[in-house]
């Protein structure tokens, strides 16, 4: 029954896919996944965060992480860069 109101309602409400790669993806979940897969030594290696290197846990890096935009950017583009690979 495509002439409902709920369908039309949908229909208009319904966004076009984001062109944006990290769309729909957390900051915990980019974190998580590039620990899995290069690991706090090296992650601590690439981007030069205390939080990486000394003691490093994903909660606080998280919170380093929310608080820094110029740390975030980093490992946003880390991350990228291993998805594009």
Do not use: N
């Amino acid at each position: 029954m495509s002439d409902s109101p709920w369908a039309a309602w949908k229909a208009k409400t319904a966004s076009p896919a984001s062109k944006d790669p990290l769309h729909g993806v957390t900051l915990e979940m980019i974190l998580t996944r590039l620990v899995e897969k290069v690991g706090w030594q090296e992650l601590g290696r690439r981007i030069r965060i205390k939080c990486f290197t000394t003691d490093p846990s994903i909660a606080s890096s998280l919170k380093f992480l929310r608080r820094t935009a110029w740390a975030r950017q980093k490992v946003e583009m880390l991350y990228l860069r291993s998805i594009d690979q």
